[in-house]
Each structure stands twice: as structure tokens, then as C-alpha cells.
């Protein structure tokens, strides 16, 4: 099954443009309106050797486009104009280019408390860790659980930050949901397909991060599971794919921005933490992220790198971080882009 971009006329009015989608529904299309302006309809359900003549003589219809690639709502060719995810009244995708930093894992209050106050102060706007961990090991540290989402959701209130953590499995969508604003999937479930549908009804900003061996297709792909399901807040994250090469942790795909910016129409953030995995070589690559596009970075970062319970070689210190975030916000207003001066104080 294929996919048709509808493009009306301009100057038809609402009414106009819903006997235009009634119309296209009774060739027995889905029809589905972007939030673009102008707006297009997007015909899914359509068979590959369908005749678009039979659209194009429509009232209304000023063109319309085949869209060939396998995925349909993630493709610029149906969304034009670039999409902004509102995360809770905070932009992600538009001129202010976002940061998400915090530990890998919520350890304890005065550890997440300090993280909070630390990236508040230096300008990020969204609150990162784990509850719920997915470790190579099964003897490694798994996560503080519901208690940790509490915690977590406690400091970034504080310090008037949005909070977006990690969700497994389809049974912890609830849970997380009550206190996330963004639902993250990780790199071992971006083929999770049932988690992705599952994210995709929850109501909630879906952050999809790219699997380590996977293409920018199979990528968009998923992204494609949430979309389908009328969610349209998504946010890519490049973090780094498995290569040949050892003297990193993963190979950060920078191209991956250009190739994403040109394909879809979907923000992108980059997470060189785990790009890299080796704290020193963290920095340079979110500054080669900005320089190359992206719409924001996600960085571990931690009171006491050495004792974290998890990640610890990739994450900065609080002061490093501060001081990434002041090269970032030089870096940024280059770009056309800004980062906000940090917190000055605390949150009632």
C-alpha cells in the first residue's frame, strides 16, 4: 500500500476542505490533516498502481504528490514545515535549541536534588535519568522504579524543569506517564512495536532513540509506529551506532542530522554521552551536534561521576557541564539558534 499527499487549493475554506476529505474517503482512503499551514491531507490505505487522476480532478485539489517511501506521517514530503513538540508549554524543534541533562540513574534524593539545581542553573530545560534500567547485566543496578519517577518529578518541579525517563515495557507506560512529561524509548526498543503503539495512544511526547545497528529507514519506521497512532509529538535522538570501530563506545552518526532534516520533517536531538561513552570526548561532539543542526542535545551528567551507579566514564561533572552549556550557548546564537541563561533561583 502506498500513500498520496493531497495539496488544496489555498483559498478553500474549512467547509471546503472537509467535503474534499469526505470525498477522498470514499475511494476508501484514510484521511488524515497535518498541522501545517498550509494545511495538506495525507491519503493512507492507497494501492500502489492507483490512478491519482481520479484525484486530481477533484474540486479543491490544487496537486497532489506519491509519497514512495515506506513511511508516511514521518516524511517531510506529507509535513513541509517542520514539526515543534510542545512538551508541557516547552518548544522542542523551534529556535531554542533544547537541553536534557541529568544523571543516567535516579540514585537517591540529594543526588538527583543536586543534578536538578546543577542543570537548572546552567540552562537546561528538561531533567534526564532513569527509573527503570536496561543494563547489559542483570546484576547491575536496575533502578529505583516508581519511587525514582517520584523523586525525580519532585526536583524538576522544583527547579521548573520537564522531566523525560526512560518507559520498557508496555506495562510501565502508565506509571511512567503520571510523572514523565516525555515518554524515552531506548535504543534496544526502537523495534519494540508494541511499546511504540502503546506510547503512541498514551497522550504524551514520545523521545525515540536510534537502535545501535539500526539504518535511518528502519529509524523513521518506528517513529512511523507512533505517528500512526495519532501522536505526533515525536522526537528523534541520535546516540550513536554500533561500528567496527572500538575507541569510542558507539560511533556517532552526526550525518544522521542532515539525512533526518532532509527526510522528515520530525525534531532531532543528538546524546553524545552515549555516542562516545568517555566523559572527555562528550563535549566536542555536542558542540559538532550544534554546529551540524540539531534541535537539542541530552547529557549525562553527575555529582560524583566516579560512585555513579551507572555510566559513569561518559558523564561530566557538574562544573564541566556548566561550562559545555556556556560553549553551546556561544555556539548556538551562530547557528540562528538560542539556549536560555540559567535558573537563578529556586522554584516556589
Not at 564541566?320 to 540562528?336: H, I, W
Request: net charge negative; with cysteine.
Amino acid at each position: 500500500m502506498a500513500g498520496l499527499v493531497v495539496i488544496p487549493d489555498p483559498a478553500a475554506t474549512p467547509a471546503r476542505l472537509d467535503a474534499l476529505a469526505e470525498a477522498l474517503g470514499r475511494f476508501g482512503f484514510d484521511v488524515h490533516r497535518t498541522g501545517a499551514v498550509p494545511v495538506v491531507l495525507a491519503a493512507t490505505g492507497v494501492a500502489a498502481d492507483f490512478d491519482v487522476r481520479h484525484i486530481k480532478v477533484l474540486d479543491d485539489v490544487q496537486d497532489v504528490v506519491r509519497i514512495t517511501s515506506p513511511y508516511k506521517f514521518a516524511a517531510r514530503t506529507w509535513h513541509p514545515a517542520d514539526t515543534v513538540v510542545d512538551v508541557d508549554g516547552l518548544a522542542v524543534g523551534g529556535g531554542e535549541l533544547v537541553v536534557m541533562a541529568g544523571p543516567c540513574s535516579v540514585e537517591g534524593v540529594d543526588q538527583i536534588e543536586t543534578s536538578a539545581a546543577a542543570v537548572a542553573a546552567s540552562g537546561a530545560r528538561v531533567l534526564r535519568g532513569g527509573a527503570f534500567k536496561p543494563r547489559s547485566s542483570p546484576y547491575s543496578f536496575q533502578g529505583m522504579g516508581e519511587e525514582g519517577l517520584q523523586i525525580m518529578r519532585a526536583a524538576a518541579d522544583r527547579w521548573d524543569l520537564k522531566v523525560v525517563t526512560e518507559v520498557m515495557s508496555e506495562s510501565q507506560v502508565e506509571v511512567v506517564g503520571r510523572y514523565a512529561h516525555v515518554f524515552q524509548i531506548g535504543a534496544r526498543n526502537m523495534q519494540n512495536f508494541p511499546l511504540l503503539q502503546e506510547v503512541g495512544r498514551a497522550g504524551l511526547p514520545v523521545l525515540l532513540k536510534r537502535g545501535m545497528s539500526a539504518t535511518i529507514e528502519e529509524w523513521l519506521m518506528s517513529a512511523e509506529y507512533v505517528l500512526a497512532e495519532g501522536n505526533p509529538d515525536v522526537i528523534l535522538c541520535e546516540r550513536g551506532i554500533r561500528t567496527f570501530e572500538t575507541a569510542t563506545r558507539n560511533t556517532l552518526d552526526l550525518s544522521a542530522v542532515p539525512v533526518v532534516k532532509q527526510l522528515s520533517h520530525l525534531p532531532i536531538i543528538v546524546d553524545p554521552s552515549h555516542g562516545v561513552g568517555i566523559r572527555d570526548k562528550v563535549a566536542p561532539m555536542a558542540m559538532a551536534a550544534v554546529a551540524c543542526g540539531a534541535d537539542g542535545l541530552m547529557i549525562e551528567t553527575h555529582p560524583n561521576p566516579p560512585e555513579a551507579l551507572s555510566d559513569g566514564p561518559q558523564s561530566l561533572y557538574l562544573d564541566a557541564f556548566a561550562e559545555l552549556m556556556d560553549g553551546v550557548r556561544q555556539l548556538a546564537g551562530v547557528v540562528g539558534r538560542s539556549v536560555p541563561e540559567g535558573a537563578v533561583a529556586e522554584a516556589a
